[in-house]
């Protein structure tokens, strides 16, 4: 089949932020007094008393959250704005580091009943790839357990010594999930995860992610697991594509850190072995074109021709354009939600552990009715 291209993943305001955020310091504040010229800011009084209303209320939540490493990466570059974003990093920081003592008392607390861990996004591209706390925002925790594991897991988190609430919608329906959250009493969200990916939430999965964990260390004391860089690259192109109505943009900084972190070595044929594997060709695809064009990624030869022929099927393609939550018709929605979940099916769970395909849908169908009366624990 012809190769359709998505919608932009990103704005142009956007990718000027982005390159800021990221670039060798020449080429970022040439973009950053451009993002500054479109946004109508270079004109901007930096001693006026609404200085930061002014720079981000009008931006979307994504872009909000690049401050900090824009912040950091430019705060030697002279530019009379920049100094005033300090406050934003110094919050990311002391916000972060609350993050870091509660998965350390996840971590722990897993690890004393015999739960293996691989701590996911935030914490660990933050420690292993930013290196530094600061740069980042997490607005919740991510840890990932064996998939057999997990009913141990939400019993052990729901007791003392941490007695995280969850909510009982998703605790009904967590045959069908990948994850599910916990609170704490401060309403600081841990996401368990039993399985990485949403598609492929099945014993299994996750077979090769565990087999080539690197070690991540939270406290001198306290070790734990995360994904190898190769995988973590992986992971970030397919979380950061297109699940609502307006994709994520941190995927690209998280993509770059990584791919730029001196020492670091990606397995290019490996992760395209892992996109063929879990057919995931569009997302990959699309995703490193990207990083090609705007966000300098060089690839080898063999791995650029092999990108380019990477098989997407109609089905593939199908289920992409009807995985972003989009407004509308409520009759219309739902057709769109079966028919997603179908494609779904045959893709990522046909011969796999699991529903077959009528109660995989009915399944399906009794989560998106119940879903307004979902309960949150807090």
């Known amino acids: 089949m012809a190769f359709r291209v998505s919608p932009a993943i990103l704005k142009p305001d956007q990718t000027l932020l982005l390159k800021a955020a990221l670039l060798p310091p020449d080429d970022a504040l040439t973009c950053w007094q451009h993002w500054k010229k479109g946004q109508s800011l270079d004109q901007l009084d930096t001693a006026g008393p609404d200085l930061l209303p002014a720079v981000f209320d009008p931006l979307d939540y994504d872009s909000q959250r690049l401050m900090p490493l824009?912040?950091?990466?430019?705060?030697?570059?002279?530019?009379?704005?920049?100094?005033?974003?300090?406050?934003?990093?110094?919050?990311?920081?002391m916000s972060n580091q609350r993050f870091m003592l509660k998965m350390q008392q996840v971590v722990g607390t897993l690890q004393a009943a015999g739960i293996d861990t691989m701590v996911l996004k935030g914490i660990p591209l933050s420690l292993r790839y930013y290196g530094d706390m600061g740069?980042?925002?997490?607005?919740?925790?991510?840890?990932?357990?064996?998939?057999?594991?997990?009913?141990d897991a939400i019993r052990v988190l729901s007791q003392e010594p941490l007695a995280l609430k969850w909510s009982e919608y998703e605790y009904k329906y967590r045959h069908l999930l990948h994850a599910m959250h916990l609170f704490d009493t401060n309403s600081v969200d841990v996401d368990l995860h039993w399985n990485l990916m949403?598609?492929?939430?099945?014993?299994?999965?996750?077979?090769?992610?565990?087999?080539?964990?690197?070690?991540?260390t939270l406290t001198p004391a306290l070790t734990t697991h995360t994904l190898s860089p190769t995988h973590q690259l992986f992971h970030n192109l397919i979380h950061g594509f297109g699940w609502g109505m307006?994709?994520?943009?941190?995927?690209?900084?998280?993509?770059?850190?990584?791919?730029?972190?001196?020492?670091?070595?990606?397995?290019?044929?490996?992760?395209?072995?892992?996109?063929?594997?879990?057919?995931?060709?569009?997302?990959?695809?699309?995703?490193?074109?990207?990083?090609?064009?705007?966000?300098?990624?060089?690839?080898p030869p063999d791995v650029v021709d092999r990108l380019d022929r990477l098989a997407i099927s109609a089905q593939e393609q199908t289920y992409f354009d009807l995985l972003p939550r989009k407004t509308g018709n409520p009759l219309v929605k739902t057709v769109r939600y079966l028919e997603k979940h179908r494609l779904a099916h045959r893709l990522f769970r046909t011969d796999k552990p699991g529903p077959t395909l009528l109660p995989w849908l009915y399944g399906q169908l009794r989560f998106r009715l119940d879903w307004d009366k979902r309960d949150l624990p807090f």
């Open 135 to 151: 740069v980042r925002l997490m607005s919740d925790l991510d840890v990932l357990v064996p998939t057999d594991r997990a009913a």
């Open 246 to 299: 307006t994709p994520a943009i941190r995927w690209v900084a998280d993509s770059y850190v990584i791919y730029q972190q001196p020492g670091v070595l990606i397995d290019w044929h490996e992760l395209l072995d892992l996109t063929e594997a879990f057919r995931l060709s569009f997302p990959v695809r699309q995703s490193l074109r990207l990083l090609q064009t705007d966000f300098r990624l060089v690839l």
């Open 70 to 93: 824009v912040y950091r990466h430019l705060e030697k570059s002279g530019d009379p704005l920049i100094p005033h974003l300090r406050g934003i990093y110094r919050y990311t920081w």
């Open 198 to 216: 949403s598609q492929h939430a099945y014993a299994g999965a996750d077979a090769p992610f565990w087999a080539s964990r690197d070690p991540l």
